[in-house]
């Protein structure tokens, strides 16, 4: 199942950490997603990407998982490589777009 | 319960400048919070007073402003605002000035001063070293420091660096219950109204794609909160402005750039917002509450700014036609080699239109594409080097695959933000008032 078929999500981000959130949108959504997507499962897909530490943070009471990740942008978002500012606010697909079992 | 009405009409320093005149104009709200200062949006301002101690507030104060303030005193809607960026004593007067011009007499204006803690550098504990020049040290003001222009009936106030959050709690500040809960709420409130249309549907899709219209975005209205003397509050549009208010978006934003939500630290209060509760209460009406304090930091977060020599070179060169994105793969290879003197790590080169933005977790890209972008980004060393890397992407024009073209480049200086802390008690802020004649 994708992630973003029963999620939605936004990406932040604050100097060199990039913050992610995902609000599942019924409880069962939730729970699966809290099993699935676990720390490792969700550090795996953003190594693909970008480097940095994932800690992942479950807030059952608003149906949410939070996914912070030190360092992944180097120097901070101006110092990016990427083409033009700000390629970060795209970064969530990288978790809505994942296939899990 | 008593409550106030506090609403957001900028949530960065380009947004919109309509919502606000609306929000003003309706009569319902008691203050609107224009937020204008991004992280960064501070550096053009420190460089501009260092040549005109008058400059380095932000320079869309007046088209702001202009149609804005007539509207607000008409409807006896206070003004908060931190577009006194790098200097809020020039935007108070500056403020003052086009309140005479435009026949708003009497308007009186606070300006908050004390975020600039550059002389109080050798306190500012530093969390990595600073290499460089530093350009300027500004702390994060907590909502305390606007309590006495509120107090005293600013119809404007104006501040520089300070708490996103404080620019919509200090309004709630007089009639707020007096435990720290209540001003978790009102700071929550305040998170949740900084970022203005993110609350209201923007940058939000649901799983099959649904979203605002176009007209809707075109239009979308900026939200607007009733706080509740114990830190609750009902988030809502104003009667007809296009929009979606309900608990996926509160929660999103609600959850935006926390990092740990158990203890999100703001100069205020450090929020725990696990325990927080929405209910929808009617159409785009969710009633938020159950914030909650774990202390409050004794010490402020400090942003310094240090100017580094070097650019980032960006440049794009554009493919078109049958064979598009075979050409621009035959470019990217190609100055692949031209460039692989560079270190790899200060080297970017990709597809605009396949996987520039998310790399190797792009979805697959389709075999035939009627265009494609060729991007390089380059860490350059000085202004000789950029221009080396920008005039090899160019020369791809005559040396390379055919029809290359629509080239664009751009330089970023080099600027690296370094966060710092300062004890709070050393930081003295303090109100300047400035009246129109």
Redesign the interface.
């Known amino acids: 199942m994708r992630v973003g078929s029963i999620s939605v999500g936004r990406s932040g981000d604050k100097g060199g950490t990039l913050d992610l959130t995902l609000v599942a949108l019924d409880e069962q959504g939730y729970h699966w997603l809290e099993s699935r997507l676990t720390e490792v499962e969700a550090q795996a897909s953003i190594s693909r990407v970008m480097p940095g530490v994932l800690r992942r943070y479950p807030v059952p009471g608003l149906r949410a998982l939070k996914f912070v990740i030190e360092d992944a942008l180097p120097g901070g978002v101006y110092a990016t490589l990427h083409a033009g500012l700000h390629w970060q606010k795209a970064a969530i697909w990288v978790l809505l777009d994942l296939e899990l079992d | 319960m008593e409550h106030r009405v506090v609403a957001c009409g900028a949530g960065f320093a380009g947004d919109r400048t309509e919502p606000a005149v609306a929000l003003a104009a309706s009569g319902l709200v008691d203050a609107v919070g224009l937020e204008c200062l991004a ?2 949006t501070l550096v053009p301002g420190l460089r501009a007073r260092r040549t005109d101690g008058d400059a380095g507030a932000d320079p869309r104060l007046e088209r702001r402003l202009r149609p804005l303030l007539p509207v607000a005193r008409a409807n006896d809607c206070r003004i908060i605002s931190n577009l006194g960026a790098a200097n809020p004593l020039s935007a108070g007067r500056q403020i003052a000035r086009l309140a005479s011009e435009i026949g708003c007499s009497g308007l009186r204006v606070a300006a908050v001063v004390g975020d600039d803690v550059i002389a109080l550098a050798k306190h500012i504990e530093w969390q990595e070293p600073i290499v460089g020049e530093m350009l300027g040290a500004h702390a994060y003001l907590g909502a305390d420091a606007l309590r006495d222009a509120v107090d005293d009936g600013a119809h404007v106030i104006v501040t520089g660096r300070v708490a996103d959050s404080a620019l919509f709690s200090a309004e709630v500040l007089p009639i707020l219950d007096d435990n720290l809960d209540a001003l978790a709420g009102a700071t929550t409130i305040g998170h949740l109204l900084e970022c203005s249309g ?1 609350l209201t549907g923007g ?5 099959n794609g649904d979203s605002l219209t176009a007209q809707d975005f075109a239009e979308l209205g900026f939200p607007l909160a009733h706080v509740r003397s114990d830190g609750s509050a009902d988030l809502a549009l104003l009667d007809g402005a296009p929009g979606r208010i309900d608990i ?1 978006t509160c ?12 203890a999100y630290i703001t100069p205020d209060a450090i929020l725990d ?6 209910e929808e209460i009617g159409p785009n009406r969710v009633r938020v509450s159950g914030a909650r304090a774990r202390g409050r930091p004794t010490r402020l977060k400090v942003s310094g700014f240090v100017e580094q020599p070097g650019f ?1 070179a ?1 440049i ?1 060169i554009g493919y078109a036609g049958t064979h598009a994105l075979q050409r621009g793969r035959v470019a990217a290879d190609a100055l692949r080699m031209r460039l692989d003197n560079l270190p790899q790590k ?3 080169i ?1 597809l ?1 239109g396949v996987d ?6 792009s ?1 697959p890209s389709p075999n035939r594409t009627p265009e494609v972008r060729v ?1 390089v ?3 350059c060393s000085d202004a000789q080097m950029a221009q080396i890397v920008e005039d090899e992407v160019y020369s791809l024009t005559l040396s390379g695959p055919a029809g290359g073209g629509s080239v664009r480049s751009e330089r ?1 200086p ?4 370094v ?1 710092g802390f300062i004890d709070r008690d050393l930081v003295k802020t303090e109100t300047v008032w400035e009246r129109a004649s």
Do not use: W
């Open positions: 992280e960064r993110q940058n939000f899709e649901m799983p996926l929660t999103l934003q609600l959850l935006y750039e926390v990092h740990d939500p158990s917002l696990t325990g927080i509760r929405f980032v960006d794009e200060d080297l970017r990709d605009v520039s933005t998310l790399g190797s977790a979805l991007h980004s380059a860490r970023r080099s600027l690296a933000v966060d």
